[in-house]
């Protein structure tokens, strides 16, 4: 897909059957990918989508974010996990320079709100108000 259509920068694969981890090979090209009500339960890969600038996986049952996520942090703006089986996010994640909103509620992090103010307290990162 991404030789066949390397103007598509917006992807949204939600609602389907996908299963395991992000696609591969990456879609080099995508600037918006939207995986969101499958059974993913890995990010394995992530690393590979360099240009990636919002990331949406709602409802799927990822249990842990990939440190590999590491290599988007100046380019990830976004990051939509609500609704999966984090019980934690990496102490790493505070370091993504490019990081403007997060979504990491509705998993299974004890006392969530408390949990992401704690982390995120010295980063300027929004996060969802309802």
Request: with cysteine.
């Amino acid at each position: 897909m991404s030789a066949d259509l390397p103007d598509l920068k917006i992807l949204n694969l939600g609602n389907n059957r996908f299963k395991g981890t992000i696609i591969r090979p990456p879609l080099v090209y995508r600037r918006e990918l939207d995986m969101s009500f499958n059974s993913l339960t890995t990010l394995g890969g992530i690393g590979e989508y360099r240009p990636l600038e919002i990331l949406v996986l709602y409802s799927n049952a990822i249990k842990s974010i990939a440190v590999e996520i590491m290599k988007l942090s100046t380019v990830l703006q976004s990051l939509c996990i609500r609704s999966n089986q984090l019980s934690s996010i990496p102490y790493s994640a505070t370091n993504m320079r490019a990081l403007k909103f997060i979504d990491i509620n509705q998993n299974q992090m004890h006392n969530e709100h408390h949990y992401r103010e704690r982390l995120f307290q010295v980063v300027p990162i929004r996060f969802p108000t309802w």
